[in-house]
């Protein structure tokens, strides 16, 4: 009996064991998530770099900036932590250049810090070029200022790059100074706007969106040398260049910003918010739109206590939609008013005219999506790459005959007009000649053909992104030039 009964208490001992340790164990990952959640519930709202402007002594102190890089909390668990390791990498690229900025620029700092001694490839491992580089950069010449920034065109090692740098006599730099502070205050709160930049854009590496070369912070209060940021140079996005463009340029502009939308609605740092979302934010680069300006941006989603705290207004269209409220978040709030700017700026006046009249079903679908936001980014970037598939494939010429097509204009190979017999027309690629681009060989002489005023037309050796040929039309044949690489067609009857 004695045995029986020591041998229940020794089991009824390792039962209650295993129960309290699953307890403890229950208890410990219950205040690691609650701890976890307090930690995230503080990193919220837009990044706190002053992409404002306006900020007040009383608001910031210059050696105790509260620098937050917030990244939106993922409904999946497992995004949630990728994204946490993500926010943490970033967040320290950020923290440590300003603490290197605000550190060399304060007069009072007793120790000042050599760029040699900084650790910038722990950091920045793309970073290419550095202060000594930059200094370097030769015919250096003003391209256009903001509010804060401005932006120089220069040569380094025979390739044209684009400096940012504060503008010391703009609006932000001087509604600091009249509001009583300091000239390196002012001039460090600017510089915190390129400072983000120089991170966002790195953090953001994509075909889509500006490269970074290089930056340069000045090593002490006295240093010559100024905060700047190297970029690949691009040109503005300018309103009355981009009605000029061809329809098919005019296609690349659209596919790139509808890219462009797609990537900010899911980055792997959460739900991109552009809070100042004009075409002065982007540059073309060998025709490719890419994102530039990325000073007043964000990674959160609105928080939302009701449905109708979600909803996304436009006030000059008078133009608003619910987007949904999940967990104190306003999901797809950010994509939403990307969508609906990118259409304004850019799709619904660029995509419609001039377009292939057998495309314009497909087009009209992608601008109810922009418009009305009937569809998602994802769901707008399959339907724009269909788009380009068709106008690529030539399908857009809808020729259901199989027949053999023989052509009935004179063919004369390896020669030219250079220069002769040029006229301007709709459409054009080109502002002083009729160059068009092609599918084929017969589709150019369908335009020679209803186009009273084309009498030939040479098809040169360039291909266009889209993979077409550039024909040029003329209003006359003359002037015979040997070219290799080019052939002439005159139209019947010349």
């Known amino acids: 009996m004695f045995w029986k009964f020591k041998r229940r208490f020794r089991i009824g001992m390792l039962r209650s064991g295993f129960y309290y340790c699953c307890v403890v164990i229950c208890l410990i990952l219950v205040m690691n998530l609650l701890a976890l959640k307090l930690n995230f519930e503080t990193i919220e709202g837009e990044n706190y770099i002053d992409a404002g402007g306006t900020t007040l002594p009383s608001e910031r102190k210059l050696q105790n900036i509260d620098v937050h890089y917030p990244f939106f909390n993922d409904l999946n668990p497992n995004m949630f932590v990728s994204r946490q390791g993500l926010r943490h990498t970033y967040e320290n690229r950020l923290r440590k250049l300003l603490e290197i900025m605000e550190t060399n620029l304060d007069n009072s700092a007793a120790k000042i810090v050599t760029e040699k001694t900084l650790p910038y490839e722990a950091y920045f491992p793309e970073r290419l070029l550095y202060c000594d580089d930059v200094m370097n950069i030769t015919d250096m010449t003003y391209m256009a200022s903001g509010w804060t ?14 400096v940012k740098t504060v503008d010391v006599n703009g609006q932000d730099v001087t509604t600091c100074r009249d509001a009583g502070r300091s000239e390196t205050d002012c001039y460090v709160k600017a510089a915190k706007k390129i400072v983000k930049e120089i991170v966002v854009l790195q ?21 010559n040398l100024y905060v700047a940021m190297v970029t690949e140079l691009g040109e503005s996005v300018d309103l009355i260049k981009l009605l ?16 462009i939308v797609a990537m900010m609605s ?35 989603d609105s928080h939302c206590a009701s449905p109708r705290d979600c909803d996304v207004k436009f006030s000059s269209t008078n133009f608003s939609q619910r987007s949904r409220c999940i967990r104190g978040r306003c999901i797809e709030y950010n994509e939403k008013k990307n969508i609906y700017n990118a259409g304004r700026h850019f799709v619904t006046f660029l995509l419609p005219h001039g377009a292939p009249h057998t495309l314009r079903p497909i087009i009209s679908e992608i601008l109810d999506g922009y418009k009305n936001l009937t569809m998602t980014s994802k769901r707008l970037l399959v339907v724009m790459k269909r788009l380009t598939r068709l106008y690529e494939s030539g399908w857009y010429l809808n020729r259901t005959s199989p027949a053999k097509y023989t052509s009935s204009y004179k063919m004369v190979d390896n020669t030219d007009m250079p220069g002769f017999h040029d006229y301007r027309c709709r459409m054009s690629v080109s502002m002083a000649t009729c160059t068009w681009s092609a599918y084929d060989v017969r589709e150019a002489e369908d335009v020679c053909s209803a186009d009273d005023e084309c009498k030939a037309f040479v098809v040169a050796p360039y291909k266009t992104w889209t993979g077409r040929t550039v024909v040029h039309f003329k209003n006359g044949v003359g002037s015979l030039a040997h070219n290799p690489n080019t052939t002439l067609y005159v139209k019947p009857g010349l």
């Open 203 to 223: 953090a953001l590496a994509n075909d889509n969106v500006l490269k970074v070369l290089g930056f340069c912070l000045p090593r002490d209060a006295d240093d």
């Open 149 to 162: 920034k401005a932006v120089f065109k220069g040569t380094f090692k025979g390739r044209q790059v684009a």
């Open 244 to 259: 000029q463009m061809s329809w098919e340029d005019r296609l690349r502009i659209c596919l790139d910003i509808t890219k």
């Open 266 to 300: 899911e980055t792997p740092y959460g739900s991109m918010s552009m809070n100042d979302f004009r075409r002065q934010q982007f540059v073309l680069v060998d025709g490719v739109l890419k994102l530039s300006d990325v000073d007043d941006s964000g990674f959160d």
